[in-house]
């Protein structure tokens, strides 16, 4: 499963990047937002200098044209630059566009199996169901990407179910035993899938009885 970064804050896309196990990047314009970034694709430039990886940057346009406009220029940014586009109407007929073009798109704000059966058949690169958003609403997200991952493996569609929305490590764990291709994570919850008190306990543990055994020998 390829981990991707869930964020528009640079500081935290470098220390992802540096614990050797990211796989791209995810952003949005809320996130944007809460980080105040004034210079978009100035900013898309610089992430796309760190990582390897794909970096989703999303079109703020509604309309099919708009969308073309926004997304050819964001993709002329850098190669692993992928043109993030809304799951509406002229977000489906612009993914299309973008995909006879030979650009990468991720389909976002995607909250059912049909909506996700189109996007593939557009020829969407991701879709992107939000699971945390569905919990949210006494809805199991974990069960559409259930559903998602068995639609595409029937047709074998080439679209990379990328599970968006996640709020816990047991989301990522879920996503993980359906076979999605990719969790995309908050900050907070990549550092969280390798905590274990137990594992903390233990080192103390070794560390102390270390510790004791230089003592004695001195
Ligand atoms: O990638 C989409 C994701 O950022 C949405 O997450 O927590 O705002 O529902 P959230």
Avoid at 36 to 52: Q, R, W, Y
Avoid at 71 to 86: C, M, Q, T, Y
Wanted: glycine share 8%.
């Amino acid at each position: 499963m390829k981990f991707f970064i869930d964020t528009a804050n640079l500081g935290e896309i470098r220390e992802a990047h540096e614990m050797g196990v990211l796989d791209g990047v995810t952003t949005n314009p809320s996130l944007c937002a809460k980080e105040g970034i004034s210079d978009f694709e100035g900013f898309i430039a610089e992430i796309c200098d760190l990582v390897e990886g794909d970096v989703s940057a999303e079109v703020v346009s509604t309309d099919f044209n708009g969308m073309l406009e926004e997304g050819r220029r964001l993709a002329g940014i850098a190669e692993n630059v992928v043109v993030k586009v809304p799951l509406i109407k002229d977000g489906i007929k612009a993914i299309k566009t973008f995909s006879d073009e030979g650009i990468k798109t991720n389909c976002t704000l995607c909250f059912s199996t049909t909506q996700a059966l189109v996007a593939a058949k557009a020829g969407a690169g991701y879709i992107s169901p939000f699971v945390g958003r569905l919990d949210d609403i006494s809805t199991d997200g974990m069960q559409l990407i259930a559903e998602i991952v068995q639609m595409y493996e029937n047709y074998g569609y080439d679209t990379e179910v990328l599970v968006a929305s996640i709020r816990h490590p047991m989301h990522v764990a879920e996503a993980a035993q359906l076979g999605a291709d990719v969790s995309t994570m908050p900050f907070p919850v990549i550092e969280k899938l390798i905590k274990h008190p137990l594992t903390d306990i233990g080192l103390k543990k070794f560390l102390d009885d270390w510790n004791k055994l230089q003592d004695s020998l001195k």
